[in-house]
């Protein structure tokens, strides 16, 4: 049993990584702030709404369609190391077949939820759904790099594909050829040289080829299954909003909504980093560990992204006027909503994490379907009275309530008190070595 002092290593080791992934997640940020300000004031609300409709599907498809592999494969690389090179490649074959199945199906449906967009835009966003096999075995790679602790690569993945959506951005806007449909392909055609690079270091730890086992298929679909639900939750809950919103409301609306949307969500990075390489430090320790282990991610991270919330409530609309536009700054009230959002549903996502690495994925699954379940009536009802300020209340009270019920969830499903929320003085110190980590003598070591 290790004692106490072998453990700091350990408590250290995982924040150093959560400072580092913090660190890229700023930079990719970065990115996808630049390409977001840059269609923002080249195309215009009513641009950037077209922009949105045309490019919304294949990761969303991807997303939705996983059916948990990308969490099986993290849970069992961790548990089963032998099985390494069968599990990958088999993880793999299903996302391929996935994907594929997932974009045939979604392109007969396109034409029914873009009803009020011209066919040429459907038509297009058809033909993007070609990605979504790409987009799928993608997802799968990153979880294979983090079981594997591969934490910088997953982020240097996830770096390049705004990177790649910037310069083809410039370059369209260079040749005077940037509007709505080649905004769209910019975006999509990121994901290409982001495909190559993920199995370049795939191929590093272990994935050879392609071995059909029906054994490793089962017992990923075993826990993918019961975890797939929050994959599928976990999207709709980021997502959902932008599907309803480019259905029922005008192409204008929808680019004002995704602008306010897309600066709220950067506050995201510290949960996402968090997350990240919570679920494998935490898989396979015991559940007090766990437990306590999800209590000071969500506290900490839930504290940053408090501080910065705030700054962004003040300056939404100095912000919203100097970075996109003053065509978006009367969308201020709405950012404060969905700042608010973003701050409890990190520490939703944190905290359901220590369900997943005790093997309860069900349990989380359960509580946020019934969470989610209130929020897309509350937008049928909503969004036609109130545009995007009902989009936005409706995500809102869907998130306060998973929230209650995952926490609510320690007590009632793993039979331990939930953790503290509330930051403490070792949760600042150990922000405070975070912080000092990402000095370069400090990382190399």
Avoid at 96 to 114: E, H, M, N, Q, R
Avoid at 396 to 424: C, E, H
Wanted: charged share 10%; net charge positive.
């Amino acid at each position: 049993m290790p004692t106490p002092e072998a453990g700091v290593p350990r408590v250290r080791k995982g924040s150093r990584a959560v400072a580092h992934s913090i660190l890229s997640k700023i930079v990719i940020l970065g990115l996808q702030a630049s390409t977001g300000i840059l269609t923002a004031r080249m195309l215009l609300p009513h641009g950037r709404g077209e922009l949105a409709a045309m490019g919304l599907w294949p990761l969303l498809v991807a997303s939705l369609t996983t059916l948990g592999i990308p969490s099986s494969l993290i849970y069992h690389l961790r548990k089963l190391p032998e099985q390494r090179e069968r599990l990958i490649a088999n993880g793999f074959l299903m996302a391929t077949l996935l994907g594929s199945l997932a974009a045939i199906v979604a392109s007969f449906g396109l034409p029914f939820w873009l009803h009020q967009y011209p066919l040429s835009m459907i038509h297009a966003a058809q033909w993007f759904l070609l990605t979504v096999p790409i987009c799928s075995m993608t997802l799968v790679g990153r979880a294979v790099l983090e079981a594997a602790d591969e934490f910088s690569a997953s982020n240097a993945i996830q770096m390049l594909t705004p990177f790649a959506t910037l310069l083809g951005l410039l370059a369209f806007l260079a040749a005077h050829k940037l509007n709505p449909y080649t905004a769209a392909i910019a975006y999509i055609l990121a994901s290409i040289p982001t495909f190559i690079l993920m199995l370049g270091r795939v191929r590093r730890l272990g994935f050879g080829g392609w071995q059909f086992s029906p054994s490793s298929m089962k017992l990923l679909l075993g826990y993918g299954i019961r975890s797939y639900g929050i994959d599928v939750l976990g999207t709709l809950a980021l997502q959902v909003d932008q599907v309803l919103v480019v259905s029922m409301l005008s192409p204008s609306a929808m680019g004002t909504y995704v602008v306010v949307l897309s600066l709220s969500r950067m506050l995201n990075l510290f949960q996402n980093s968090v997350v990240m390489v919570l679920f494998p430090k935490a898989t396979g320790r015991s559940q007090e560990d766990i437990v306590a282990l999800t209590g000071r991610s969500a506290r900490i991270s839930s504290l940053i992204t408090a501080a910065c919330g705030l700054f962004v409530c003040v300056a939404g609309p100095v912000l919203l006027r100097i970075l996109y536009g003053k065509e978006y700054a009367t969308a201020a009230g709405v950012l404060r909503i969905l700042v608010l959002e973003v701050i409890l549903s990190g520490a939703t996502f944190v905290l359901a994490q220590a369900f997943l690495a005790v093997g309860r994925p069900g349990v989380v699954t359960i509580l946020q379907a019934i969470g989610l379940s209130l929020s897309i009536p509350m937008m049928l009802w909503l969004i036609p009275r109130y545009g995007i300020y009902g989009a936005a209340i409706s995500l809102l009270t869907s998130t306060v309530a998973r929230l209650l019920f995952i926490y609510s969830g320690f007590r009632i499903f793993l039979k331990t008190s939930p953790p503290q929320l509330m930051p403490n003085g070792n949760d600042l110190k150990l922000l405070l070595h975070a912080a000092l980590s990402l000095r370069p003598e400090r990382a190399a070591c």
